[in-house]
C-alpha cells in the first residue's frame, strides 16, 4: 500500500466520499486492492491501515464498511442484502456519498434485478396454488415484495441456515401479511442446511438465489441434482434454469411436455458481473463461478450468462 494509494483515500474522506468523477478512480483503487489481496501482498498493517484511513466510512455506518466488518459474520447476510434491496443510506450526510456510490455498482443492482426475476418466476406459475421451495431465503423480501392483495394461495417454504436471518425474515413477511388482512400465500419458514435439507413432498418451483457461490464445485453439483430431484414431475414441463454470475438456480416442473427450457438470451439486463466490493478483513471475496463444463455434467441443464 503505497502513501500515494492511502492518500486518495484520504483525499475521498475528507470531501465526504466519492463524487461521480471520482467513481472510476475509486474502482480502480478497489481493483488493485482487490488483486493485492488475492496475490497476498496487502499485510494486517496495511489493511490497519486501510482502516485507520477510512475512519467511519469503513463501520457499519456505511454499505461498503458493513460489507467488509461481516457482523454477522459471514458475507451476504440477510442485512446487508435487505439494505441493498431498500437502497439503505446512511443516515448522516458526511458519509452518504460513499453509500451512493455502493448502490450504482454492477453487483446490488444484479442482487436487486432478480427478485424482481422471482416474482415474475412465481406470477408465471398461474393461479392454482403451487408449492414452492426458497432456497436460502435470507431476509426474504423477495417473498415480501411478491405478496399482495389479487397473488396466488401458494404455499412457501423459506429455508435458511441462520436463524437470525429467519427470525428477521419471518417478522417482515408478518408485517406483510397483516396489512393483507391475512389474504396472503401459506408460508412456512425453516431454519435449516439446504445441503442437508431433505423433504417429505416435491416442489413446483424451487427458487435459490446467491447461494451456489458458497460451494465448492463438488457440493455445487451435488446440489443440483439434489434439488432436481425434488421437483414435482407432476405438471410434465422441467425446465432448469441456472444464470451463473450471480449464482442464481431455478428449477421449475410446471406446464405440458418433456423438456429442458434454456433461458432467453438478452431478456433481462441482469445478472452482471460481480465487482467492486472491498475486500473482507480476512480477505475472503465472493468467488467469481466459471462454471460451464460443471453445468455440463449435469445433462440438458439450461444455463445463461446474460
Ligand atoms: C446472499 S444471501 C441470499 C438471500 C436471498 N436468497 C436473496 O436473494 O435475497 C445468502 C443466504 O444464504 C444463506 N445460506 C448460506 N449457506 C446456506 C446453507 N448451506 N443452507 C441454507 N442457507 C444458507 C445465508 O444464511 C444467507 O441468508
Same mark, same amino acid.
Given at each position: 500500500?503505497?502513501?500515494? &494509494? !492511502?492518500?486518495?483515500?484520504?483525499?475521498?474522506?475528507?470531501?465526504?466520499?466519492? +463524487? =461521480?468523477?471520482?467513481?472510476?478512480?475509486? /474502482?480502480?483503487? =478497489?481493483?488493485?486492492?482487490?488483486?493485492?489481496?488475492?496475490?497476498?501482498? =496487502?499485510? /494486517?498493517?496495511?489493511?490497519?491501515?486501510? /482502516?485507520?484511513?477510512?475512519?467511519?466510512? !469503513?463501520?457499519?455506518?456505511? %454499505?461498503?464498511?458493513?460489507?467488509?466488518?461481516?457482523?454477522?459474520?459471514?458475507?451476504?447476510?440477510?442485512?446487508?442484502? +435487505? #439494505?441493498?434491496?431498500?437502497?439503505?443510506?446512511?443516515?448522516?450526510?458526511?458519509?452518504?456519498?460513499?453509500?451512493?456510490?455502493?448502490?450504482?455498482?454492477?453487483? @446490488?443492482?444484479?442482487?436487486?434485478?432478480?427478485?424482481? =426475476?422471482?416474482?415474475?418466476?412465481?406470477?408465471?406459475?398461474?393461479?392454482?396454488?403451487?408449492?414452492?421451495?426458497?432456497?436460502?431465503?435470507?431476509?426474504? #423480501?423477495?417473498?415480501?415484495?411478491? %405478496?399482495?392483495?389479487?397473488?396466488?394461495?401458494?404455499?412457501?417454504?423459506?429455508?435458511?441456515?441462520?436463524?437470525?436471518?429467519?427470525?428477521?425474515?419471518?417478522?417482515?413477511?408478518? /408485517?406483510?401479511?397483516?396489512? !393483507?388482512?391475512?389474504?396472503?400465500?401459506?408460508?412456512?419458514?425453516?431454519?435449516?442446511?439446504?445441503? #442437508?435439507? #431433505?423433504?417429505?413432498?416435491?416442489?413446483? !418451483?424451487?427458487?435459490?438465489?446467491?447461494?451456489?457461490?458458497?460451494? *465448492?464445485?463438488?457440493?455445487?453439483?451435488? %446440489?443440483?441434482?439434489?434439488?432436481?430431484?425434488?421437483?414435482?414431475?407432476?405438471?410434465?414441463?422441467?425446465?432448469?434454469?441456472?444464470?451463473?454470475?450471480?449464482?442464481?438456480? *431455478?428449477?421449475?416442473?410446471?406446464?405440458?411436455?418433456?423438456?429442458?427450457?434454456?433461458?432467453?438470451?438478452?431478456?433481462? *439486463?441482469?445478472?452482471? @458481473?460481480?465487482?467492486?466490493?472491498?475486500?473482507? @478483513?480476512?480477505?475472503?471475496?465472493?468467488?467469481?463461478?466459471?462454471?460451464?463444463?460443471?453445468?455440463? &455434467?449435469?445433462?440438458?441443464?439450461?444455463? *445463461?450468462?446474460?
Amino acid at each position: 500500500m503505497t502513501k500515494t &494509494d !492511502l492518500d486518495f483515500i484520504r483525499h475521498l474522506v475528507a470531501k465526504g466520499g466519492p +463524487d =461521480v468523477e471520482d467513481y472510476p478512480d475509486f /474502482e480502480a483503487w =478497489v481493483s488493485r486492492l482487490k488483486q493485492g489481496t488475492d496475490a497476498g501482498l =496487502v499485510s /494486517e498493517t496495511d489493511k490497519r491501515q486501510i /482502516e485507520q484511513v477510512f475512519g467511519d466510512a !469503513l463501520t457499519c455506518e456505511t %454499505m461498503q464498511g458493513f460489507a467488509y466488518r461481516k457482523p454477522h459474520g459471514y458475507p451476504g447476510d440477510f442485512e446487508i442484502i +435487505d #439494505r441493498i434491496y431498500t437502497h439503505w443510506k446512511s443516515p448522516r450526510e458526511d458519509l452518504r456519498k460513499w453509500d451512493d456510490y455502493f448502490h450504482q455498482q454492477v453487483a @446490488p443492482e444484479a442482487v436487486r434485478n432478480r427478485k424482481n =426475476v422471482f416474482c415474475r418466476c412465481i406470477d408465471d406459475l398461474g393461479q392454482v396454488p403451487k408449492r414452492i421451495l426458497n432456497l436460502a431465503s435470507g431476509p426474504a #423480501r423477495d417473498v415480501y415484495d411478491w %405478496m399482495g392483495p389479487e397473488k396466488p394461495r401458494h404455499h412457501i417454504t423459506c429455508l435458511d441456515m441462520d436463524p437470525k436471518s429467519v427470525q428477521y425474515a419471518k417478522e417482515l413477511v408478518r /408485517e406483510k401479511h397483516q396489512s !393483507l388482512n391475512g389474504n396472503s400465500p401459506d408460508i412456512t419458514f425453516i431454519v435449516g442446511n439446504a445441503v #442437508r435439507y #431433505r423433504a417429505a413432498q416435491k416442489y413446483d !418451483l424451487i427458487w435459490s438465489g446467491g447461494l451456489f457461490d458458497y460451494f *465448492s464445485d463438488r457440493v455445487f453439483v451435488a %446440489m443440483l441434482k439434489k434439488f432436481r430431484s425434488m421437483i414435482n414431475p407432476g405438471g410434465g414441463n422441467y425446465g432448469w434454469k441456472f444464470w451463473k454470475q450471480q449464482s442464481i438456480a *431455478s428449477v421449475h416442473g410446471i406446464g405440458g411436455g418433456m423438456g429442458f427450457r434454456a433461458p432467453n438470451r438478452g431478456t433481462a *439486463s441482469w445478472p452482471r @458481473p460481480f465487482g467492486g466490493c472491498l475486500p473482507g @478483513p480476512r480477505g475472503d471475496h465472493q468467488r467469481r463461478i466459471r462454471r460451464k463444463p460443471l453445468l455440463a &455434467d449435469l445433462g440438458g441443464i439450461g444455463w *445463461s450468462c446474460i
